[in-house]
T-cell receptor, first 116, second 114 residues
Framework: EPEVTQTPSHQVTQMGQEVILRCVPI?????FYWYRQILGQKVEFLVS????????KSEIFDDQFSVERPDGSNFTLKIRSTKLEDSAMYFCASRVGGQLMNTEAFFGQGTRLTVV | AQSVTQLGSHVSVSEGALVLLRCNYS??????LFWYVQYPNQGLQLLLKYTTGATLVKGINGFEAEFKKSETSFHLTKPSAHMSDAAEYFC????????????FGKGTTLSVSS
């Protein structure tokens, strides 16, 4: 069964360092998302990506964040200069397309980012 | 703006007992409502969804949920809990007018004891 894969499963980085989280969406999907969940808090929407550009983003997704689809299969989230408060579980998701009511979003297992 | 409140961060039931996980939403437009489940070390998996039509929706693994507009609720139920139901459950809201982003609740951890 096709699935969304995320690497690494756990990343530890020093404050101020750049980090790249990687995702491989399901191959025929057109919409891609990043969400995050800080420990004990809600799963929060960060950004959606369609047709090689950001289609929607939340207030959390500031200039420190960027997304890219560098090679037609990977979908990456970059955090330029990590802060302690960026420590969270980051989920990637993808869906085929069309209205949300017709297609579900498939989620990856998540990458746990720990900033020290 | 849309939001979701899940009442109870932890729910414990005995095997065979009724499962009830509560979700209330806030939305200024007709909502689309979802329940996702996360098993340990796995991603989020869709259990069921409500978009339009019948307000009682059935999902996988014997779960169902009822959309009650007057109560702004979308509670998840299962008549008889199984040990394999132990997981974290997330309620989420979206709408076609608000774009495709899902707004999640904090999640409820379900424990099932024998």
């Amino acid at each position: 069964e096709p699935e969304v894969t995320q690497t690494p499963s756990h990343q530890v980085t020093q404050m101020g360092q750049e980090v790249i989280l990687r995702c491989v969406p399901i191959s025929n999907h057109l919409y891609f998302y990043w969400y995050r969940q800080i420990l004990g808090q809600k799963v929060e929407f960060l950004v959606s990506f369609y047709n090689n550009e950001i289609s929607e983003k939340s207030e959390i997704f500031d200039d420190q964040f960027s997304v890219e689809r560098p090679d037609g299969s990977n979908f990456t989230l970059k955090i330029r200069s990590t802060k302690l408060e960026d420590s969270a579980m980051y989920f990637c998701a993808s869906r085929v397309g069309g209205q949300l009511m017709n297609t579900e979003a498939f989620f990856g297992q998540g990458t746990r980012l720990t900033v020290v | 703006a849309q939001s979701v409140t899940q009442l109870g961060s932890h729910v414990s039931v005995s095997e065979g007992a009724l499962v009830l996980l509560r979700c209330n939403y806030s939305s200024s437009v007709p909502p689309y409502l979802f329940w996702y489940v996360q098993y340990p070390n796995q991603g989020l998996q869709l259990l069921l969804k409500y978009t339009t039509g019948a307000t009682l929706v059935k999902g996988i693994n014997g779960f169902e949920a009822e959309f009650k507009k007057s109560e702004t609720s979308f509670h998840l139920t299962k008549p008889s809990a199984h040990m394999s139901d132990a997981a974290e459950y997330f309620c989420a809201v979206s709408s076609s007018q608000a774009g495709t982003a899902l707004i999640f609740g904090k999640g409820t951890t379900l424990s099932v004891s024998s």
